[in-house]
Protein backbone atom coordinates (compact mmCIF):
# COMPACT_ATOMS: atom_id res chain seq x y z
CA UNK A 1 0.00 0.00 0.00
CA UNK A 2 1.80 3.36 -1.36
CA UNK A 3 0.32 6.59 0.68
CA UNK A 4 1.33 9.83 -0.41
CA UNK A 5 2.99 12.24 2.00
CA UNK A 6 2.38 15.72 3.11
CA UNK A 7 5.55 17.01 4.63
CA UNK A 8 4.43 20.38 4.55
CA UNK A 9 5.10 21.91 8.26
CA UNK A 10 1.81 22.52 10.43
CA UNK A 11 1.47 25.53 11.99
CA UNK A 12 3.40 26.78 14.87
CA UNK A 13 2.75 24.33 18.26
CA UNK A 14 1.28 21.66 15.99
CA UNK A 15 2.06 18.14 14.73
CA UNK A 16 -0.04 16.22 11.91
CA UNK A 17 -1.08 13.04 12.27
CA UNK A 18 -2.56 10.53 9.92
CA UNK A 19 -4.10 7.27 10.99
CA UNK A 20 -4.09 4.15 8.61
CA UNK A 21 -5.97 0.79 9.24
CA UNK A 22 -4.00 -2.14 8.18
CA UNK A 23 -5.91 -4.92 10.25
CA UNK A 24 -8.14 -6.68 7.66
CA UNK A 25 -10.37 -8.15 10.44
CA UNK A 26 -11.15 -4.93 12.65
CA UNK A 27 -13.71 -3.31 12.24
CA UNK A 28 -14.37 0.10 11.00
CA UNK A 29 -12.02 2.78 13.41
CA UNK A 30 -11.73 5.47 15.24
CA UNK A 31 -8.44 7.84 16.28
CA UNK A 32 -8.64 9.51 19.60
CA UNK A 33 -6.80 11.00 22.09
CA UNK A 34 -7.23 10.18 25.84
CA UNK A 35 -8.82 13.46 27.39
CA UNK A 36 -10.19 15.21 24.33
CA UNK A 37 -13.94 14.70 23.40
CA UNK A 38 -14.17 14.63 19.94
CA UNK A 39 -11.85 11.82 17.77
CA UNK A 40 -9.20 13.00 15.78
CA UNK A 41 -10.11 10.61 12.97
CA UNK A 42 -13.15 8.69 12.13
CA UNK A 43 -14.88 5.68 10.30
CA UNK A 44 -12.08 3.73 8.91
CA UNK A 45 -12.06 0.53 7.11
CA UNK A 46 -9.29 -1.98 6.06
CA UNK A 47 -7.11 -0.27 3.95
CA UNK A 48 -8.23 3.05 4.38
CA UNK A 49 -6.35 6.31 5.81
CA UNK A 50 -6.98 9.66 6.86
CA UNK A 51 -5.36 13.04 5.40
CA UNK A 52 -2.79 14.48 8.09
CA UNK A 53 -4.98 16.40 10.42
CA UNK A 54 -3.07 18.93 12.79
CA UNK A 55 -3.18 18.30 16.68
CA UNK A 56 -0.92 20.20 19.47
CA UNK A 57 1.94 19.01 20.00
CA UNK A 58 2.38 17.60 23.72
CA UNK A 59 4.98 15.67 25.88
CA UNK A 60 2.64 12.71 26.73
CA UNK A 61 -0.43 11.34 24.76
CA UNK A 62 -1.66 8.55 24.26
CA UNK A 63 -3.68 7.67 21.31
CA UNK A 64 -7.07 5.39 21.62
CA UNK A 65 -8.17 2.91 18.75
CA UNK A 66 -11.77 2.54 19.10
CA UNK A 67 -14.52 0.27 17.57
CA UNK A 68 -16.55 2.98 15.02
CA UNK A 69 -19.62 1.55 16.09
CA UNK A 70 -19.73 0.56 19.97
CA UNK A 71 -16.96 2.92 21.09
CA UNK A 72 -15.24 -0.08 22.64
CA UNK A 73 -11.72 0.20 23.18
CA UNK A 74 -9.87 -1.84 20.78
CA UNK A 75 -6.41 -0.90 21.49
CA UNK A 76 -4.44 2.04 22.82
CA UNK A 77 -0.66 3.20 22.61
CA UNK A 78 0.94 5.42 25.53
CA UNK A 79 3.57 7.78 26.55
CA UNK A 80 3.50 9.29 22.99
CA UNK A 81 5.99 12.21 22.38
CA UNK A 82 4.22 14.69 19.74
CA UNK A 83 7.04 17.24 18.77
CA UNK A 84 6.07 20.52 17.32
CA UNK A 85 6.73 20.73 13.79
CA UNK A 86 5.99 16.54 13.43
CA UNK A 87 4.70 14.61 11.35
CA UNK A 88 3.16 10.95 12.26
CA UNK A 89 1.55 8.24 11.13
CA UNK A 90 -0.66 6.01 13.19
CA UNK A 91 -1.55 2.46 12.20
CA UNK A 92 -3.37 -0.41 13.52
CA UNK A 93 -1.93 -3.85 12.67
CA UNK A 94 -2.29 -7.18 13.77
CA UNK A 95 -5.37 -9.45 13.59
CA UNK A 96 -8.71 -8.39 16.27
CA UNK A 97 -9.13 -12.13 16.43
CA UNK A 98 -6.06 -13.45 17.43
CA UNK A 99 -4.31 -13.30 20.86
CA UNK A 100 -0.59 -13.93 20.20
CA UNK A 101 1.95 -12.09 18.78
CA UNK A 102 0.10 -11.22 15.53
CA UNK A 103 -2.95 -9.62 17.80
CA UNK A 104 -4.37 -6.40 17.43
CA UNK A 105 -1.79 -3.50 17.91
CA UNK A 106 -1.15 -0.12 17.41
CA UNK A 107 2.60 1.75 16.01
CA UNK A 108 3.41 4.73 15.48
CA UNK A 109 6.19 6.48 12.31
CA UNK A 110 7.90 10.03 12.73
CA UNK A 111 7.97 11.56 9.45
CA UNK A 112 10.48 14.49 10.39
Given at each position: ?21 L ?23 F ?25 A ?40
Amino acid sequence: MFLEDDLAKPANGKAKVRFVNLSPDAPALNLSITGKETDLVTNKLFKEYSTFTEMDAAEKVTFNVKNKDTGALETSIADVKVDAGGIYTIWVKGLKSDTDSTKLGVAIFQHK
